[in-house]
């Protein structure tokens, strides 16, 4: 039997019944059940924004590095990434409701206890639990709507559940910077407790135990495995590249094990009776464009985006708050421009829209890239309100793409691969970008800081002034005179933004690229299936 046919009849995910049997009072209840997964999932959603604002005083307080800072995302983003499809799995086996609530406990425990950390090491353990129980919410709460709502009705149920994602994305900077600048960071994620205890009353409460026809039998553990080591050692050489340098051969070693890793999945997905991903799915050449856009888009918007809020708060010397503020010409472009997006691909179909939108976010990151200590907040927000609108289309139509090329059976399976491409494309970025920042700066400090006739620093002290740079931060030591102070600000600032130049510039170029990946996408046989889940 081939690894298809068993898929066929293993993966799929059961529609829900065309009319459900009305709900006798609140269990099961449809617009009830929205509520208390909206709940639940706005937790995951908030928690992307809120971290980021949160970055910088974490920085400051545990005294991190930057690739720790970048260990803080990178590892929520992997978590995720390798455990989406999986978690879907659990869901069809053991039941939508048991999984989600699952989620839900973890998800508030594991930020409860980052609030309680006091080490970086600690607090990048419990992000990696928060991607893992976060991975357990979302499918389970999309299989939850499927399996409640009538099917005339959901569309709409999953675009108002799609809103307060959006609406709790453009809300985190605020909620954020708030937070930490009138509480502390670990207040950042304390506040997923009462709203995790708020979702978990109302889903024992509401939700209604749904089990999936032809649940799957076996998990494949190896595929996991291998998916997890080629992705940790692919980041891991990236993150580390800049202190071990490019030609060292424990960062090829790195490398050749990620590639190593990823040749042996493929080859066991073939093999295995029930694959974390069908190969045969990648046989669509518009469902392959679809998964490589997501990854790109990625790359580029959550790559760009680490830089921001220490470009903010570093060298424009913003509050939290205030940095966040200055963010929501991103978010609340995505807000607008999501359902116009949708209105055009239903009209004009995905091509157009997605290589137009990819075209808005390739000249928003090169914009990004004139950006400087003088810049203005209105030239800012130009730059982030034109970024919105770019991602927005892309946000919208790569479920219609991806899902809607699969077959209607494996339509499940696909959903999870567009979010596990998301998150790959995030962790990508982070890395990608960072590594590109944080080359830059170590090989433009040391002569800006001869330019700049400031003493001479050992090669310790260089390696030091170095990771403060690149969080824009001045390397300046207790005691030091008004006018040393200045200087070093100076070329510590200018140095950051010759990297956070380059790392958009590098942004840019991968929108480039998605823009052509883009034009061959088209618009599937199960699109309209799929386009229910276009939000998620």
Same mark, same amino acid.
């Given at each position: 039997?081939?690894?298809?046919?068993? #898929?066929?009849?293993?993966?799929?995910?059961?529609?829900?019944?065309?009319?459900?049997?009305?709900?006798?009072?609140?269990?099961?209840?449809?617009?009830?059940?929205?509520?208390?997964?909206?709940?639940? #999932?706005?937790?995951?959603?908030?928690?992307?924004?809120?971290?980021?604002?949160? /970055?910088?005083?974490?920085?400051?307080?545990?005294?991190?590095?930057?690739?720790?800072?970048?260990?803080?995302? %990178?590892?929520?983003?992997?978590?995720?990434?390798?455990?989406?499809?999986?978690?879907?799995?659990?869901?069809?086996?053991?039941?939508?409701?048991?999984?989600?609530?699952?989620?839900?406990?973890?998800? $508030?425990?594991?930020?409860?206890?980052?609030?309680?950390?006091?080490?970086?090491? +600690?607090?990048?353990?419990?992000?990696?639990?928060?991607?893992? +129980?976060?991975?357990?919410?979302?499918?389970?709460?999309?299989?939850? &709507?499927?399996?409640?709502?009538?099917?005339?009705?959901? %569309?709409?149920?999953? @675009?108002?559940? @799609?809103?307060?994602?959006?609406?709790?994305?453009?809300?985190?900077?605020?909620?954020? @910077?708030?937070?930490?600048?009138? #509480?502390?960071?670990?207040?950042?994620? +304390?506040? %997923?407790?009462?709203?995790?205890?708020?979702?978990?009353?109302?889903?024992?409460?509401?939700?209604?135990?749904?089990?999936?026809? /032809?649940?799957?039998?076996?998990?494949?553990?190896?595929?996991?495995?291998?998916?997890?080591?080629?992705?940790?050692?692919?980041?891991?050489?990236?993150?580390?590249?800049?202190?071990?340098?490019? @030609?060292?051969?424990?960062?090829?070693?790195?490398?050749?094990?990620?590639?190593?890793?990823?040749? &042996?999945?493929?080859?066991?997905?073939?093999?295995?009776?029930? !694959?974390?991903?069908?190969?045969? =799915?990648?046989?669509?050449?518009?469902?392959?464009?679809?998964?490589?856009?997501?990854?790109?888009?990625?790359?580029?918007?959550?790559?760009? =985006? +680490?830089?921001?809020?220490?470009?903010?708060? /570093?060298?424009?010397?913003?509050?939290?708050?205030?940095?966040?503020?200055?963010?929501? !010409?991103?978010?609340?472009?995505?807000?607008?421009?999501?359902?116009?997006?949708?209105?055009?691909?239903?009209? #004009?179909?995905?091509?157009?829209?997605?290589?137009?939108?990819?075209?808005?976010?390739?000249?928003?990151?090169?914009?990004?890239?004139?950006?400087?200590?003088?810049?203005?907040?209105?030239?800012?927000?130009?730059?982030?309100?034109?970024?919105?609108?770019?991602?927005?289309?892309?946000?919208?139509?790569?479920?219609?793409?991806?899902?809607? %090329?699969?077959?209607?059976?494996? *339509?499940?399976?696909?959903?999870?691969?567009?979010?596990? $491409?998301?998150?790959?494309?995030? *962790?990508?970025?982070?890395?990608?970008?960072?590594?590109?920042?944080?080359?830059?700066?170590?090989?433009? &400090?040391?002569?800006?800081?001869?330019?700049?006739?400031?003493?001479?620093?050992?090669?310790?002290?260089?390696?030091?002034?170095?990771?403060?740079?690149?969080?824009?931060?001045?390397?300046?030591?207790?005691?030091?005179?008004?006018? &040393?102070?200045?200087?070093?600000?100076?070329?510590?600032?200018?140095?950051?933004?010759?990297?956070?130049?380059?790392?958009?510039?590098?942004? *840019?170029?991968?929108?480039?690229?998605?823009?052509?990946?883009?034009?061959?996408?088209?618009?599937?046989?199960?699109?309209?299936?799929?386009?229910?889940?276009?939000?998620?």
């Amino acid at each position: 039997m081939t690894s298809q046919t068993t #898929v066929d009849k293993t993966d799929r995910v059961p529609e829900p019944d065309p009319v459900p049997a009305p709900a006798k009072g609140l269990r099961g209840h449809p617009w009830l059940t929205l509520f208390s997964v909206a709940i639940g #999932v706005m937790m995951v959603a908030l928690d992307g924004t809120i971290v980021a604002i949160a /970055n910088p005083a974490i920085q400051k307080d545990l005294g991190a590095s930057f690739a720790d800072v970048q260990w803080i995302t %990178n590892g929520y983003f992997l978590a995720l990434a390798v455990t989406l499809i999986t978690a879907g799995k659990l869901g069809d086996r053991f039941g939508h409701r048991q999984t989600f609530l699952i989620g839900v406990v973890g998800f $508030a425990a594991a930020s409860g206890a980052i609030g309680l950390s006091d080490s970086i090491a +600690f607090v990048v353990m419990f992000r990696v639990f928060q991607g893992l +129980f976060g991975a357990l919410l979302m499918p389970a709460a999309l299989g939850l &709507l499927r399996a409640t709502f009538p099917a005339e009705k959901l %569309n709409m149920a999953i @675009g108002i559940w @799609g809103m307060v994602i959006g609406a709790s994305t453009a809300g985190g900077p605020i909620l954020g @910077g708030l937070l930490v600048q009138h #509480v502390s960071w670990q207040s950042v994620f +304390f506040i %997923n407790v009462p709203v995790g205890v708020i979702a978990l009353v109302l889903g024992l409460v509401i939700l209604l135990d749904h089990r999936a026809q /032809n649940a799957p039998r076996s998990f494949d553990v190896a595929g996991i495995a291998l998916l997890s080591g080629a992705m940790f050692c692919l980041v891991w050489a990236l993150i580390k590249a800049p202190t071990w340098g490019w @030609g060292d051969g424990l960062t090829w070693t790195f490398i050749a094990a990620s590639v190593l890793c990823f040749v &042996l999945f493929a080859i066991w997905e073939t093999r295995v009776a029930e !694959p974390l991903i069908p190969l045969g =799915l990648f046989r669509s050449v518009p469902l392959s464009a679809g998964v490589v856009l997501m990854v790109l888009m990625a790359i580029a918007f959550m790559g760009g =985006l +680490f830089f921001v809020t220490f470009y903010l708060q /570093n060298v424009h010397g913003m509050s939290p708050v205030k940095s966040g503020l200055h963010l929501l !010409p991103l978010t609340g472009m995505m807000i607008v421009g999501s359902p116009l997006a949708g209105a055009m691909i239903t009209k #004009v179909g995905p091509r157009i829209p997605l290589a137009g939108g990819m075209a808005l976010t390739a000249i928003a990151m090169y914009g990004m890239s004139t950006l400087d200590a003088e810049t203005g907040s209105g030239i800012m927000s130009v730059w982030f309100a034109l970024l919105g609108l770019g991602l927005a289309p892309v946000m919208v139509g790569a479920t219609e793409v991806i899902v809607g %090329n699969a077959p209607m059976e494996l *339509s499940g399976v696909a959903g999870g691969l567009q979010q596990a $491409a998301m998150q790959i494309g995030g *962790s990508l970025g982070t890395a990608v970008l960072g590594a590109v920042m944080a080359s830059k700066v170590d090989s433009d &400090l040391a002569g800006n800081w001869a330019d700049a006739k400031l003493p001479e620093l050992s090669a310790g002290q260089l390696d030091q002034a170095s990771e403060a740079v690149q969080v824009g931060a001045a390397p300046v030591a207790p005691g030091t005179s008004a006018g &040393l102070v200045e200087k070093i600000t100076g070329v510590a600032h200018d140095t950051f933004i010759s990297g956070m130049s380059l790392a958009c510039l590098v942004a *840019s170029g991968v929108a480039v690229v998605a823009v052509f990946v883009a034009l061959l996408t088209k618009r599937g046989a199960n699109a309209e299936a799929g386009a229910g889940a276009a939000h998620i």
